[in-house]
């Protein structure tokens, strides 16, 4: 399990920032603060919330000088429909081979509705040196992160 203190794990995966890119995130340390916001799936409830909620909030972050990325394991052209819909204008990294859900440990099954190997709601800050500074896993995908905390978490992020 990935733990505040410790090194961010590395990726490479396509982003759906209206186009579908590829995106190393190794590369992007010189946007830290990092928020890596991990949502189960695309155009569900509380995910579609959560996601809407970092939009509205987003000036708030990235006031603070943080870049939000969204993370699943829906297809890239899924989540850039997903970020049509919505108005979402931040990136969102497709993770369909459930690599970095492995990586951060934080990954999930809702057997009961038949779907396996979905991402645990979950935020990770990453400093520019490429550490986790903040970490927070629900196992309850119903709930939604407290967003104060993670912009007060910025402050641990300062480069």
Do not use: H
């Not at 099954?109 to 896993?137: E, L, N, P």
């Amino acid at each position: 399990m990935v733990d505040v203190g410790d090194d961010a794990p590395d990726f490479t995966a396509p982003l759906a920032n209206g186009d579908v890119t590829e995106f190393t995130f190794s590369d992007t340390l010189d946007e830290a603060p990092i928020v890596l916001a991990f949502f189960p799936g695309a155009f569900t409830g509380v995910c579609t919330t959560e996601m809407a909620t970092f939009e509205q909030r987003l000036d708030e972050f990235e006031g603070a000088g943080a870049t939000v990325y969204g993370v699943s394991v829906d297809a890239p052209f899924s989540l850039n429909e997903f970020r049509d819909q919505e108005g979402l204008s931040f990136g969102l990294v497709s993770d369909s081979n459930k690599e970095i859900i492995d990586a951060y440990d934080v990954e999930m099954d809702f057997a009961d509705m038949g779907y396996y190997g979905v991402a645990k709601r979950s935020v990770f800050v990453v400093d520019g040196d490429g550490t986790v500074v903040y970490k927070w896993v629900s196992d309850d995908p119903g709930v939604e992160p407290d967003y104060d905390e993670i912009i007060e978490s910025f402050a641990e992020a300062e480069n």
